[in-house]
């Protein structure tokens, strides 16, 4: 398909044309992912049998049949209609994804995020594009909530994609932000903001969400991975010990004096004969062992001799051991204690490898399971020499029950998926069946044993045939010592294995509640984008009709003023200009109209702050009215100290007045305009404050360009100072300053009548508390009683820890007193 071929047919403006292409080549960029991403899911499908990649694998099909649709659509002129279809399904397969998928939430948020806002980029801005950008949010937060509460029980886990994710994320985030950050400067004010702060939120919440769990999954996995080494380890030498254990007891066997003279009693027959005659001897014998009943003398000679009767002892001794049994040199039966398939066991295998492995090298086979004994064993033999260790006598062997092993690997049990497993050199295992009264079972091994032993990490990450992805540990079944030989080349190694989703099971709690977390905060800020883009630009939106208003000849319009940000000053500024150019054309009544209701608001603010008997309340309704009647830069009140050395700010506006309250910010008295007017009890009024040198700049209030400072004052006595700044220079008058200086005296006989009301409640108080006394003295019944009360009394009152009273009374020529003590 060549770029004439896909150039929209219809005649378009160049604009739109621009946007129809890109979202042509959005949906052909999706289709071509959605297809690739399918035909990986339909491959996994058929090769595990993992239904869940088949539902997959038909939702991609569906989204890629949709961006061609949409790319179809956008081609002839409806880029708007085939997006959204494309942005509806993809909606659709990412959910579907999040609930079939274990651990992969957070990337199909960030799909979900990134992906809408890469896909109305190209559209026009309207109210649609603003609800589809956080309909994407919510569809990434949906995502994140089925991974975090999702059932496991139909669910699977995809290593690849987890393996992918950093790349895939990544890989969104710079093709979201160059997709967008081309259309960007076309969309509304709004939708910048919402498509700024919900792609910014989303970025921060994916990465700091992915990095942390990231971190504690890799170290989690590691100490799961080094205790399934342990694991492993262990059980390997309990393995070994087992096999030990039963090479040296049959190894003790074989040094019975009993079975060692008829062994070698046994190979005396052979002396005079050649290899060919004892090979036609034995062929013979093993035909009439397998033909004839066991009351056949060559049967029952060899269940009846002398020697078997030892070996009987040693499976009393050690039940585990069945089929045991001794051979001459040349493989034929001395003595056993079952009766074995073949006479002449020299053409067993494992007889041959106990033949042929030399002195003092025991064999062990490869477990078997035997018919006659239905049982799964092994063959363990060891080989008899002569008291010198020079020429070989026979074999001494038995078939050993793997009922022992069972318990070790029983004991390996981890959590409800963890297992341990004896990997066989031939590619099969042994494993406890899942009923535990079947035993054990050698099938087909289920881990790859070649993946395990490559170098590097001492465990891996395998997907089991069922689909299920295991951490999986190894370690050789080995031994040193007498036994090693024989052990050591079995080849076993013992696998310690348990399920991903198990394992990680504790992290993933703690991952979940993150992921539940980030979600809440994503979809806050989402609700938040919305809010707040609305609410930015509702006083530009509002400002614009304003001024269409004025150009349209209505000079009474007025832009609302809600805030002291650049906003609200551009506001402020534009209604100073039309309050200029309407005063002029009005003329002076009309000013004079202005000045009057300004001057009755400054008269109710004086009514309501000289009820105020707070002094904190009062400052903050001063500053505060003061600044909504007048719509000055900033207002402050000082109040000196109770050592009248500093002026300590009581109250003030906007964020800077929060600021400077919270650090208690003071000055000394005659510094600066405020400690200036303290001082001399003056009024300071400066129209430009850069050129006044006594002047004190405020980084918090970085735009003053005019200041007045007040005091607060009635005669003589200064209470303290109200500073009114603005940031225009002249934009104080002594117009302000009169006024400002009525309302500071209303606020001077305020503080004045607030601290009367608290000396006469106090006193109040005092008189209350002295008559209670008195009521309580004047109840006594006695002089001591009396006494007793007054002591305790003022006591009390006067928070002493002890109270004396002393009388003192003449009598006689003599002196005399009373004393009545209260103490605590």
């Given at each position: 398909m060549?770029?004439?071929a896909?150039?929209?047919?219809?005649?378009?403006?160049?604009?739109?044309?621009?946007?129809t292409r890109?979202?042509?080549?959005l949906?052909?960029?999706?289709?071509?992912?959605?297809?690739?991403?399918?035909?990986?899911?339909?491959?996994?499908?058929?090769?595990?049998q993992?239904?869940q990649y088949?539902?997959i694998?038909?939702?991609?099909?569906?989204?890629a049949?949709?961006a061609?649709?949409?790319?179809?659509l956008?081609?002839?002129?409806?880029p708007?209609?085939g997006?959204l279809?494309?942005?509806a399904?993809?909606?659709?397969?990412i959910?579907?994804?999040?609930?079939?998928?274990i651990?992969?939430?957070?990337?199909?948020?960030?799909?979900?995020?990134?992906l809408?806002?890469?896909?109305?980029?190209?559209?026009?801005?309207t109210?649609a594009t603003?609800?589809?950008?956080?309909?994407?949010?919510?569809?990434?937060?949906?995502?994140?909530?089925?991974d975090?509460?999702g059932s496991?029980?139909?669910?699977?886990?995809?290593?690849v994609l987890q393996?992918l994710?950093?790349?895939i994320?990544g890989a969104?985030?710079?093709?979201?932000?160059v997709?967008?950050?081309?259309?960007?400067?076309?969309?509304?004010l709004?939708?910048?903001?919402?498509v700024?702060?919900?792609?910014?939120?989303?970025l921060?919440i994916?990465a700091?969400?992915?990095i942390s769990d990231?971190?504690?999954?890799?170290?989690?996995v590691?100490?799961?991975?080094?205790?399934?080494?342990?694991?492993?380890?262990?059980?390997?030498?309990?393995v070994?010990?087992l096999?030990s254990?039963q090479l040296?007891?049959?190894r003790?066997?074989s040094?019975?004096?009993?079975?060692?003279?008829r062994?070698?009693?046994?190979?005396l027959?052979?002396l005079?004969?050649?290899e060919?005659?004892?090979?036609?001897?034995?062929?013979?014998?093993?035909q009439?062992?397998?033909?004839?009943?066991?009351?056949n003398?060559l049967?029952s000679?060899?269940?009846?001799?002398r020697?078997?009767?030892?070996?009987?002892?040693?499976t009393?001794?050690?039940?585990?051991?069945?089929?045991v049994?001794?051979?001459?040199?040349?493989?034929?039966?001395?003595?056993a204690?079952?009766?074995?398939a073949?006479?002449?066991l020299?053409?067993?295998?494992w007889?041959?490898?106990?033949?042929?492995?030399g002195?003092?090298?025991?064999?062990?086979?490869?477990?078997e399971?035997?018919?006659?004994?239905?049982?799964?064993g092994?063959?363990v033999?060891v080989?008899l020499?002569?008291?010198?260790?020079q020429?070989?006598?026979?074999?001494?062997?038995?078939?050993?029950?793997?009922?022992?092993l069972?318990t070790?690997l029983?004991r390996?049990?981890?959590?409800?998926t963890?297992?341990?497993?004896?990997?066989l050199?031939?590619?099969?295992?042994?494993h406890?069946?899942?009923?535990?009264?079947?035993?054990?079972?050698?099938a087909?091994?289920?881990l790859?044993i070649?993946?395990?032993?490559r170098?590097?990490?001492?465990y891996?990450?395998?997907?089991?045939?069922?689909?299920?992805?295991h951490i999986?540990?190894?370690?050789?079944?080995?031994?040193?010592?007498?036994s090693s030989?024989a052990i050591t080349s079995?080849?076993?190694?013992v696998v310690?294995h348990?399920q991903?989703?198990?394992a990680?099971?504790?992290?993933?709690?703690?991952?979940?509640v993150?992921?539940l977390l980030g979600s809440v905060a994503?979809?806050?800020?989402?609700?938040?984008?919305?809010?707040?883009a609305?609410?930015l630009?509702a006083?530009?939106?509002?400002?614009?009709?304003?001024a269409?208003?004025?150009?349209?000849?209505?000079?009474?319009?007025?832009a609302p003023?809600?805030?002291?940000?650049?906003?609200?000053?551009?506001?402020?500024t534009?209604?100073?200009?039309?309050?200029?150019?309407?005063?002029s054309?009005e003329g002076?009544e009309q000013r004079?109209?202005?000045?009057?209701?300004?001057l009755?608001?400054?008269?109710?603010?004086?009514?309501r702050?000289?009820?105020?008997m707070?002094?904190?309340?009062?400052?903050?309704q001063?500053?505060?009215?003061?600044?909504?009647?007048f719509?000055?830069?900033?207002?402050?009140i000082?109040?000196?100290?109770?050592?009248?050395?500093?002026?300590v700010?009581?109250?003030?506006?906007g964020?800077?007045?929060?600021?400077?309250?919270?650090?208690?910010?003071?000055?000394?008295?005659?510094?600066?305009?405020v400690?200036?007017?303290?001082e001399?009890?003056?009024v300071v009024?400066?129209?430009?404050t850069?050129r006044?040198a006594?002047?004190?700049p405020?980084p918090?209030l970085?735009?003053?360009?005019?200041?007045?400072?007040?005091?607060?004052?009635?005669?003589?006595?200064?209470f303290g100072v109200?500073?009114v700044?603005q940031?225009v220079?002249?934009?104080?008058s002594?117009?302000?300053?009169?006024?400002?200086?009525?309302?500071?005296?209303?606020?001077?006989?305020?503080l004045?009548?607030?601290?009367?009301?608290?000396?006469a409640r106090?006193?109040?108080?005092?008189?209350?508390?002295?008559?209670?006394?008195?009521?309580k003295i004047q109840?006594a019944?006695?002089?001591?009683g009396a006494?007793q009360?007054?002591?305790?009394?003022?006591?009390?009152?006067?928070?002493?820890?002890r109270?004396?009273?002393?009388l003192?009374?003449?009598?006689g020529n003599?002196?005399?007193?009373?004393?009545t003590?209260?103490?605590?």
């Open positions: 060549t770029e004439s896909l150039t929209p047919q219809t005649d378009l403006k160049p604009a739109t044309q621009v946007r890109a979202a042509m080549w949906n052909l960029l999706m289709m071509v992912a959605a297809f690739s991403y399918g035909a990986y899911s339909g491959y996994v499908a058929m090769s595990t993992v239904w088949g539902v694998t038909g939702v991609m099909g569906a989204l049949l949709s061609a649709a949409g790319a179809w956008s081609w002839r002129g409806k708007a209609t997006t279809i494309t942005v399904v993809m909606a659709l397969a959910l579907t994804n999040s609930a079939l998928l651990g992969l939430g957070l990337v199909f948020f960030a799909m979900a995020v990134f809408t806002a890469t896909f109305i980029a190209p559209l026009p801005p109210q603003q609800w589809v950008s956080v309909l994407g949010l919510i569809v990434g937060v949906v995502a994140l909530l089925l975090v509460f496991r029980g139909y669910r699977t886990e995809e290593p393996l994710a950093p790349i994320g969104l985030a710079l093709a979201s932000a997709v967008v950050g081309r259309q960007f400067r076309n969309y509304a709004r939708t910048k903001l919402i700024t702060i919900i792609g910014t939120t989303a921060a994916t700091v969400t992915f990231r971190f504690a999954r890799t170290a989690f590691d100490d799961v991975g080094s205790n399934l080494q342990r694991v492993a380890d262990s059980q390997a030498l309990a070994n010990g096999l254990e040296s007891s049959l003790a066997m040094l019975s004096e009993v079975i060692r003279t062994v070698a009693a046994e190979n027959d052979y005079n004969l050649s060919a005659e004892i090979r036609n001897l034995l062929t013979s014998a093993d009439v062992w397998i033909a004839e009943p066991s009351s003398p049967l000679g060899v269940v009846n001799d020697a078997t009767e030892e070996l009987r002892k040693f009393r001794m050690f039940p585990d051991h069945t089929q049994f001794v051979t001459d040199k040349y493989g034929g039966q001395i003595a204690t079952d009766r074995l073949h006479y002449d020299s053409q067993e295998p007889w041959q490898a106990a033949f042929n492995r002195i003092g090298a025991d064999h062990i086979s490869q477990p399971f035997d018919e006659q004994g239905k049982l799964l092994l063959r033999l080989p020499y002569t008291v010198g260790q020429d070989f006598m026979g074999v001494l062997g038995a078939l050993y029950s793997l009922d022992g069972e070790v029983n390996g049990r981890i959590g409800e963890g297992h341990v497993h004896v990997s050199p031939n590619g099969s295992e042994i406890l069946v899942t009923r535990p009264e079947l035993g054990l079972q050698v087909a091994a289920r790859d070649d993946e395990l032993l170098p590097g990490s001492p891996r990450e395998i997907r089991l045939r069922t689909g299920a992805v999986a540990s190894q370690a050789l079944v080995a031994s040193e010592g007498a030989d079995l080849g076993w190694r310690a348990q991903r989703s198990e990680l099971q504790p992290i993933e709690a703690r991952g979940r993150t992921l994503a979809l806050a800020a989402g609700v938040f984008a919305f809010w707040l609305r609410l630009t006083p530009i939106t509002q400002l614009t009709a304003t269409a208003r004025v150009s349209g000849g209505d000079l009474t319009a007025q003023v809600e805030a002291n940000d650049e906003i609200g000053a551009l506001a402020t534009f209604n100073v200009m039309t309050t200029q150019l309407r005063e054309l002076l004079v109209a202005e000045r009057t209701k300004a009755r608001t400054t008269i109710e603010v004086s009514r702050i000289s009820t105020s707070d002094r904190g309340t009062l400052a903050t001063v500053v505060e009215q003061l600044q909504s009647a719509g000055y830069y900033h207002a402050h000082y109040f000196f100290d109770e050592a009248r050395q500093n002026l700010m009581a109250g003030g506006t964020d800077a007045g929060r600021l400077l309250l919270e650090r208690g910010h003071r000055l000394p008295k005659g510094r600066g305009l400690g200036r007017a303290a001399r009890n003056e009024l400066v129209p430009d850069l006044d006594q002047w004190l405020n918090l970085p735009e003053t360009r005019a200041e007045v400072a007040v005091p607060i004052a009635v005669g003589a006595q200064v109200l500073d700044q940031n220079v002249n934009g104080l002594q117009e302000d300053a009169d006024l400002l200086q009525s309302l500071a005296y209303q606020v001077a006989i305020a004045q009548n607030a601290q009367s009301f608290e000396r106090e006193q109040a108080a005092l008189e209350a508390q002295v008559n209670a006394i008195g009521q109840g019944t006695s002089v001591e006494l009360i007054a002591a305790r009394e003022l006591g009390r009152a006067l928070g002493g820890a109270t004396r009273v002393r003192k009374t003449d009598e003599g002196n005399g007193h009373a004393t003590e209260r103490g605590d």
